[in-house]
């Protein structure tokens, strides 16, 4: 399968402990975004990188929230100190920029998120 | 700001009935819109795209989707829904060059029999 993968898949822990997520995007594919998703909502757009460059992060990533993408492959987002507003489903894309305007609006690949509660 | 607004948080349709879901958008330049489809324990899926050109426009599974600049919308339909269609799907529209996608809050699908 060469889609974007997450993991854990699914992660319980208790208010207070820090937390690590990975993302691998698909192959070749040299931008990668983070999204937040809570219940009844459609997903929150975190921060995004093109190769290792993080580009923006939204307000909603508070100094407790820290992603990297060494060398551009896998992507990392990590949560220290976790509070019980964190719970969320986290999910990662990836999408390939192309050369022209549209190209830079390629679709995003989607993981399937890891689900995060915090006890 | 862009926003992108569901109307709908939930529909049931019977199996083989025809299905509607709106999307109401508000942003200044020339939008690129998305449908997207999740299913349970899955990432989300692209159903279809509008970049520019044709307003309908045809997506996968049956989907389609047309762009009305006058109303703002980019409604999406599906003349016979199958039970496999049960769903959330969310509408989003790109907010910068770097392909930021702000998403609606979702549509809940029910398909009954």
């Known amino acids: 399968d060469t889609g974007v993968s997450q993991d854990p898949r699914h992660k319980i822990t208790k208010r207070g402990q820090n937390v690590t997520f990975r993302c691998d995007p698909i192959?070749?594919?040299?931008?990668l975004y983070w999204y937040r998703q809570t219940l009844g909502q459609g997903p929150e757009f975190l921060t995004y990188f093109q190769n290792e460059a993080q580009l923006e992060k939204s307000r909603l990533l508070s100094d407790r929230f820290s992603a990297e993408r060494p060398k551009g492959s896998f992507s990392t987002l990590e949560i220290q100190r976790t509070e019980q507003g964190d719970s969320a489903m986290y999910l990662c894309a990836s999408s390939l920029l192309a050369g022209d305007l549209v190209g830079a609006y390629n679709e995003q690949f989607f993981g399937p998120g890891t689900r995060l509660t915090v006890l | 700001a862009q926003s992108v607004t569901q109307p709908d948080i939930h529909i049931t349709v019977s199996e083989g009935a025809s299905l509607e879901l709106r999307c109401n958008y508000s942003y200044g330049a020339t939008p690129y819109l998305f449908w997207y489809v999740q299913s349970p324990g899955q990432g989300l899926q692209l159903l279809l795209k509008y970049f520019s050109g044709d307003t309908l426009v045809q997506g996968i599974k049956g989907f389609e989707a047309e762009f009305k600049r006058s109303q703002s919308s980019f409604n999406l339909r599906k003349p016979s829904v199958h039970w496999s269609d049960a769903a959330e799907y969310f509408c989003a529209v790109v907010t910068d060059s770097w392909g930021k996608l702000q998403f609606g809050a979702g549509t809940q699908v029910v398909v009954t029999p």
């Open positions: 192959s070749e594919h040299n931008r």
